[in-house]
């Protein structure tokens, strides 16, 4: 039972460099997220998908493209990376639903990544 | 105002104790409630959802209170391996299905021997 899988788990890029992070589920999920997270900062969103070919903005979305063109894979692309860039990053999947529900959020195991 | 308040700790607490984190979130269209907890260079993971009416899970205990906008998490009788960074966690409708989460800091937990 994978759940969400994300790779690489460490990068290390250099300034202007492009990058893809990948992200995967195995759960038939229709929502799935990035997050970003900064030490001293909670998790803040920086794209959200609600189904195939459907992607919005969070937060923190500059610097950041993302695509979905299956259920389940959610790509998130780095365009021209920059040190501001560095932080872990985590997917997120869960099923659609309303808001009440307590759907649970699973999470990837996060993607570290450094920019020099 | 910070959406998601809480008290970043450290709270250092002896095995056996008893210890409360509470937090604050200032949009009154947050709709689910939960507590997360996340373990040093790990994925967070669900806790338990917050229920109007309090709910309790084994040792753990989350109250929540719409008119004050606060929710708490009470742990009792401590484990070393309770220790951890706990998450209060809000999910806010903007109008679809679906709502985002809003993360607070996090509460860091030692729990000592």
């Known amino acids: 039972n994978a759940g969400v899988t994300q790779t690489p788990k460490f990068q290390v890029l250099k300034t202007g460099q492009s990058m893809t992070l990948q992200c995967a589920q195995d759960?038939?999920?229709?929502?799935m997220s990035w997050y970003r997270q900064d030490p001293g900062m909670g998790l803040r969103l920086i794209h959200y998908?609600?189904?195939?070919?459907?992607?919005d903005q969070g937060e923190v979305p500059n610097g950041y493209n993302v695509s979905r063109s299956t259920t389940e894979d959610f790509p998130l692309r780095l365009l021209s990376a920059a040190p501001s860039q560095t932080s872990v990053y985590f997917c997120?999947?869960?099923?659609?639903?309303?808001?009440?529900?307590?759907?649970?959020?699973?999470f990837g195991e996060g993607s570290w990544l450094t920019v020099v | 105002r910070k959406e998601v308040e809480q008290d970043p700790g450290p709270f250092n607490v002896p095995e056996g104790a008893t210890v409360a984190f509470n937090c604050t979130y200032s949009?009154?269209?947050?709709?689910?409630f939960f507590w997360y907890r996340q373990d040093c260079r790990k994925e967070p993971k669900l806790l338990m959802s917050v229920y109007s009416s309090g709910n309790e899970d084994g040792r753990f205990t989350a109250q929540l209170n719409r008119a004050s906008q606060y929710i708490s998490l009470l742990i009792r009788d401590s484990k070393l391996s309770d220790s951890a960074t706990y998450l209060c966690?809000?999910?806010?409708?903007?109008?679809?299905?679906?709502?985002?989460?809003?993360f607070g800091k996090g509460t860091k937990l030692s729990v000592k021997p």
């Open positions: 966690v809000v999910r806010v409708n903007y109008g679809g299905s679906q709502g985002n989460l809003i």
């Open positions: 759960m038939n999920h229709e929502y």
């Open positions: 997120a999947s869960s099923y659609s639903g309303g808001p009440v529900d307590g759907n649970t959020i699973y």
């Open positions: 998908s609600v189904g195939a070919g459907i992607t």
């Open positions: 949009n009154s269209a947050s709709q689910s």
